[in-house]
C-alpha cells in the first residue's frame, strides 16, 4: 500500500469512528493522528486529552497546548496519578502496561461522559513489533489505534507529516520520563525530577537527541554517536558533570555505544519480556 493509500485508509477509519478522545502527547504520531481526525472528522468531534502525571517532562504542556490551538481542537489536560499504583511504582517489566490502563480507563470515561464513541492512541505500525507492554493494555480496553490499523509506519507518518507543514514531522521520539529509570529501581518523583531536570541541561547545552538513563547513583547519557566528541569536550563536559550532580547523581557517565531508543530493554531476557508482555 503506497502512502496516498494509507492515509486514504487513516481517513475513512476515523470516519467510521465518528467523534474520537485523542490520547495526545505532542509527538510526531499523535500530532499526526489528531490534525487528520480534525479535518476529516471536524474539531466539534475531537477533545484532545494529555497526560499531564509526574511521568511528562516539565517542558510538555505548553509545547502540546499550542500544537492543539493550531489544529483547533479543544485540550483538557488529565492526571492519572501512575505514582499511586504500587504496580507502576515496582518498576518490572510490565511497567508501561499498569500506566497505559490507567491512562485508557480515565480517557474511556471521559469519553462517556462527553458523549465521544472511541478513544484512540497513536500507536504506529511499527509499534507492533516492540516490547512495548503498553499495547496490551490498549487492545484489551478496547482503545484503538488508527494510524497502525492504516499500516503508518514512523517512515510514513514523517512524511505526512511534512506534507502537511506539521512542526513535528522531524521531532525525536520523547517517551515518558519513568522509561529512563532501570529496571527494577522504583519510579519516584525525586527520580523522575532528577531525570526532568537533567534532559533540561542538555537541551539547554543545544542538544536535540538524547536520555539521561538514571541508575540509582549513576546518570548514564545517551547522545547520537556523532555528538559523543561534543559532549565529552571541554567546557562543556565538566558543566554537564557539574550540574547533574547538583541534582543528586554521584556519577555522570556517557554511554559509547551512542544513543539507542529503548536501550533499557536490553537488560531484559526475553523470559522478562514475554512475562511482561503477558501479566
Keep these: 500500500m503506497d502512502l496516498n493509500a494509507k492515509h486514504t485508509a487513516l481517513q475513512n477509519i476515523l470516519k467510521d469512528l465518528g467523534k474520537v478522545v485523542v490520547a495526545y502527547s505532542g509527538g510526531v504520531d499523535s500530532t499526526l493522528l489528531l490534525r487528520v481526525a480534525a479535518e476529516t472528522l471536524g474539531t466539534q468531534n475531537v477533545l484532545a486529552c494529555f497526560s499531564a502525571g509526574a511521568s511528562e517532562p516539565s517542558h510538555q504542556l505548553s509545547r502540546v497546548a499550542a500544537l492543539a490551538k493550531?489544529?483547533?481542537?479543544?485540550?483538557?489536560?488529565?492526571?492519572?496519578?501512575?505514582?499511586?499504583?504500587?504496580?507502576f511504582?515496582?518498576?518490572?517489566?510490565d511497567r508501561c502496561f499498569h500506566c497505559k490502563s490507567h491512562l485508557c480507563r480515565t480517557l474511556l470515561d471521559i469519553a462517556a461522559e462527553r458523549g465521544f464513541g472511541h478513544v484512540i492512541f497513536g500507536t504506529n505500525y511499527d509499534d507492533l513489533d516492540d516490547f512495548r507492554p503498553g499495547n496490551r493494555a490498549i487492545a484489551e480496553l478496547g482503545v484503538r489505534s488508527p494510524l497502525a490499523e492504516a499500516k503508518l509506519t514512523k517512515d510514513d507518518i514523517r512524511q505526512i507529516s511534512r506534507q502537511l507543514g506539521l512542526p513535528t514531522?522531524?521531532?525525536?521520539?520523547?517517551p515518558c520520563l519513568a522509561s529512563r529509570i532501570s529496571y527494577g529501581l522504583e519510579?519516584?518523583?525525586?527520580?523522575?525530577r532528577q531525570i526532568d531536570e537533567a534532559e533540561a541541561i542538555l537541551r539547554e547545552a543545544g542538544l536535540v537527541e538524547f536520555r539521561v538513563r538514571h541508575h540509582g547513583e549513576v546518570a548514564r547519557i545517551e547522545v547520537p554517536a556523532a555528538q559523543i566528541g561534543r559532549l565529552a569536550a571541554e567546557p562543556l563536559?565538566?558543566?554537564?558533570v557539574e550540574r547533574l550532580k547538583s541534582l543528586g547523581f554521584r556519577y555522570v557517565t556517557l554511554d559509547l555505544q551512542g544513543f539507542r531508543?529503548?536501550?533499557?530493554?536490553?537488560?531484559?531476557s526475553e523470559e522478562e519480556k514475554q512475562t511482561g508482555l503477558q501479566m
Design 70 to 87: 493550531s489544529i483547533g481542537v479543544q485540550l483538557m489536560t488529565v492526571d492519572t496519578d501512575e505514582l499511586e499504583d504500587p504496580a
Design 89 to 93: 511504582v515496582a518498576n518490572q517489566a
Design 169 to 174: 514531522a522531524d521531532m525525536p521520539s520523547s
Design 187 to 192: 519510579v519516584t518523583a525525586e527520580r523522575l
Design 237 to 240: 563536559r565538566s558543566q554537564v
Design 261 to 268: 531508543s529503548g536501550s533499557l530493554n536490553e537488560s531484559l
